[in-house]
């Protein structure tokens, strides 16, 4: 079983549409998490950063991790053409320890 | 943030080849990170690159096959030794700019590696 858990996708939506993307993870003692961002054939991008538990919002993005089902998700709000990339869920047990990462869901915003 | 560039940023190489990734930071930074990104497959960290120490490296991967150099602390380089097929990939380095913080991990666009 692998640590951190993606729905690779692709995952289609219109435009506006509200976007939920989700992980499950296996290690309980995971407390940073974090989504990133990855255009095609550009690097990831920190998008979103919570520590624990609880919800973070950033513009259209809320993050939310919920450490008592071993489940995080980022929701997109009115979408846009331009958020359709390849979001990457990771995370990590301290500040030290190694970043663990989701294989990656494929979004797709069409006009 | 940080601005990471990599060179070159693809090649086709010949099985049996060796072919040298370099990273540059535009600021100086302690842990460096080598990573390689698989198709449909997560990110999966090669090794950490520190100044001035040998670089640390998981399990799965060995110095010989991938011999990395960390001479400042704004440059690193990874070699991707005697190359074979299964070594085409996206390899991507990192820096990381301290945490716990607003600021994690900041990646390269990345080298995409064609190995025939």
Redesign the interface.
């Known amino acids: 079983q ?1 640590e ?1 858990e ?1 729905d ?1 996708g692709p995952l289609s939506v219109p435009e506006g549409a509200i976007v939920s993307l989700n992980c499950t993870y296996s290690n309980s003692a995971f407390q ?1 998490f ?1 989504w ?1 961002r990855q255009y095609s ?6 998008l979103m ?1 919570t ?1 624990s538990s609880g919800n973070k919002e950033d513009g259209r993005f809320t993050a939310q991790v919920d450490k008592s089902s071993k489940y995080i998700s980022l929701f997109i709000r009115d979408s846009q053409p331009s958020d359709s990339a390849t979001y ?1 869920c990771a995370m ?1 047990r301290s ?2 320890s ?7 869901t494929r979004l797709s915003i069409r006009p | 943030s940080a601005v ?1 560039s990599q060179k070159p940023s693809r090649d086709i190489c010949q099985r049996g080849t060796s072919l040298t990734i370099q990273c540059q930071v535009d600021s100086q930074v302690t842990m460096m990170f080598w990573y390689r990104q698989q198709p ?4 999966t ?1 090669i090794a950490t690159a520190n100044q001035g120490s040998e670089a640390t490296y ?1 399990s799965g991967f060995v110095i010989d096959k991938f011999p990395i150099s960390r001479p400042n602390l704004t440059f690193s380089t990874l070699t991707v030794s005697n190359m074979s097929p299964e070594d085409s990939s996206i390899y ?1 380095c ?1 820096v990381d700019r301290g ?2 913080s ?9 080298t ?1 590696l064609l190995v025939l």
């Open positions: 692998k951190v993606q690779p940073y974090m990133y054939r550009k690097g990831p991008e920190l950063y520590y990457l990590s500040s030290a190694k970043i663990i990462f989701g294989s990656g | 990471i449909g497959q997560s990110l960290l998981e991507l990192s945490r716990p607003n600021e994690t991990q900041y990646f390269g666009p990345g995409r």
